[in-house]
């Protein structure tokens, strides 16, 4: 790519960096007088000044969309000035959706570009060549579209990427990871180091590393004792993450028919291309190129497909941190390479109807996995069943849509069964409940408890916290108070903190001062019966 070209992404780079703090949420909802997409598109108008000052840009119209957070630009051209004038990039629409502030639990954005056109003058000297592999004076892009998606709390995430070019092909990709980060890992290490340097002191001369210089650059810098290039102190950054299945499709829609003619003949022969394996023989990596010249012994005799994919048994744990050439990370993700069409990284139900196993039919219905998502059916097929907390938990979250107060039991269930994600949906669900109904749906503050309960003061707070938290136990704050307010009597300060909780979520709420007062009574029958005044007082003299 010419240095024009680099200079456009860099531009366009720095405005999208700008946009960073604009997440991509799932909760798509409006939000009020100023909006993330209305931010976004003060950024772009921003920066385009700058750009312009490199080539020139210009575009049609911007529409904004506060409810969906998307902003699309149509019409946009950008052509190189003086001898970066054959260098010419027009897009028919670009938008991106999901533009949100504050980002929810489950992030989302899309990236789609349609009827774009990059001219061969881009690429500079390889221009002529890019013509010939394109049969044209431009790259056409019919459409190019990128969604990622991203869990907050776990870090599990997913992208896809299509990429359909008239007359040449389509690329299709996606990866699904149960956790993916980027990362640092000498990041420690370097500030040890930087802290080292700026602590050390004056030098021979007095002057010591933070000395104010005269202005004038030392030749020497950068260059170590020895004669050599001093250490790179750029940070080293890395991928790091558990990859559950992954895939990248290229399908020959005309490109193969211009590129065969110009190559050489070993190029295209079975034997040139078993040149392609050069690990040792009988290695994970020789078998690995083994299949890839097969495939593309494949495609040549029929052109058509060729794709790789990873569909490991168990999600794969990567670092590339421990890939010090591409050699290992291809040994470690071990690729198929095949001449069809991706194979599903889950297994398809052939006839939804067949319920012999309710559960697992159930549960695919619900998440939509291996049969279309019908909620409906997957409620009707889970409900009967009974004592099973991921059950549980996918019906509050089924139910929970259309009736939070119905959708209350199956999250208690869950949490109970200490199912994680549990107690954030039923914390989620009782903020959308009445308190009258949350407390109907609670124990009463006179449910019967056992003596083990009151054996001390610890077992009366550990009582109480799990009643508020819905550890191992069913959720009722009823309960908690009833539990926290007999060792609050006797000093404990955590009991009292939950009793000041309790009353500042519920904020004088008739149906909770309805629901205390009945777990004050429990408490003082618990003080007389358990003789509670006694045994918390410790021995006696």
Request: proline residues 6%; hydrophobic residues 45%.
């Amino acid at each position: 790519m010419s240095s024009f070209a680099s200079r456009i992404v860099g531009t366009f780079a720095a405005s999208a960096i700008a946009a960073l703090p604009l997440s991509a949420s799932a909760d798509t909802a409006p939000e009020p007088g100023f909006s993330a997409a209305q931010l976004a598109a003060g950024v772009v108008r921003m920066v385009l000044p700058y750009g312009r000052m490199i080539a020139d840009i210009r575009y049609a119209s911007m529409d904004v969309d506060a409810r969906r957070g998307a902003i699309a630009l149509h019409g946009l051209e950008i052509v190189g000035i003086d001898d970066d004038a054959r260098c010419r990039i027009a897009v028919g629409r670009l938008n991106v959706s999901g533009l949100q502030f504050l980002p929810g639990e489950e992030t989302r954005t899309r990236l789609d570009i349609s009827d774009m056109s990059i001219a061969n003058g881009c690429f500079g000297p390889q221009a002529a060549m890019i013509g010939v592999v394109t049969g044209g004076d431009t790259i056409p892009v019919q459409r190019l579209s990128l969604d990622a998606r991203q869990v907050t709390g776990s870090g599990a995430a997913r992208f896809d990427l299509e990429l359909v070019s008239p007359a040449i092909g389509r690329l299709e990709g996606s990866a699904d990871l149960d956790y993916f980060a980027f990362y640092i890992p000498d990041f420690f290490e370097r500030l040890a180091e930087d802290e080292d340097v700026s602590g050390m002191g004056a030098g021979v001369d007095g002057a010591g590393p933070d000395a104010p210089g005269d202005g004038i650059n030392d030749p020497t810098d950068g260059i170590s004792q020895d004669g050599m290039a001093a250490e790179d102190k750029t940070p080293e950054v890395g991928v790091r993450g558990t990859l559950r299945s992954a895939d990248l499709s290229f399908e020959d829609m005309g490109l193969w028919d211009r590129v065969k003619v110009i190559l050489p003949p070993e190029a295209t022969s079975v034997e040139g291309l078993s040149g392609l394996v050069s690990a040792t023989p009988g290695s994970e990596m020789a078998q690995i190129q083994q299949d890839l010249v097969d495939s593309l012994v494949a495609f040549i005799a029929s052109p058509g497909r060729v794709t790789a994919q990873i569909r490991a048994e168990t999600p794969v744990a990567f670092d590339s941190a421990a890939w010090p050439a591409i050699e290992d990370a291809v040994v470690a993700l071990a690729p198929e390479f095949t001449n069809s069409a991706p194979v599903p990284p889950v297994s398809l139900i052939a006839d939804p109807s067949d319920a012999g196993d309710a559960r697992s039919l159930g549960l695919a219905l619900a998440r939509g996995e291996g049969v279309p998502q019908n909620r409906r059916r997957a409620i009707g097929l889970l409900s009967p069943i009974k004592g099973d907390p991921e059950v549980s938990l996918t019906l509050a979250k089924l139910i929970g849509e259309a009736d939070a107060t119905a959708a209350y039991p199956h999250a208690m269930a869950a949490a109970q069964g200490g199912v994680a994600g549990a107690s954030v949906l039923l914390s989620a669900l009782e903020g959308r409940m009445p308190t009258a109904a949350l407390m109907a749906a609670q124990q009463a503050a006179g449910t019967p408890l056992t003596d083990e309960t009151f054996a001390n003061l610890a077992t009366i707070r550990d009582a109480a916290l799990a009643r508020e938290q819905g550890e191992g136990v069913p959720r009722s704050y009823a309960l908690a108070w009833r539990l926290a307010s007999s060792a609050a009597a006797a000093g404990d300060g955590a009991s009292q903190a939950l009793l000041a909780r309790l009353d500042a979520r519920f904020r004088g709420d008739p149906a909770w001062i309805t629901a205390r007062e009945a777990a004050a009574d429990a408490a003082i029958a618990d003080w007389t019966q358990h003789r509670l005044g006694t045994s918390l007082a410790g021995p006696t003299d």
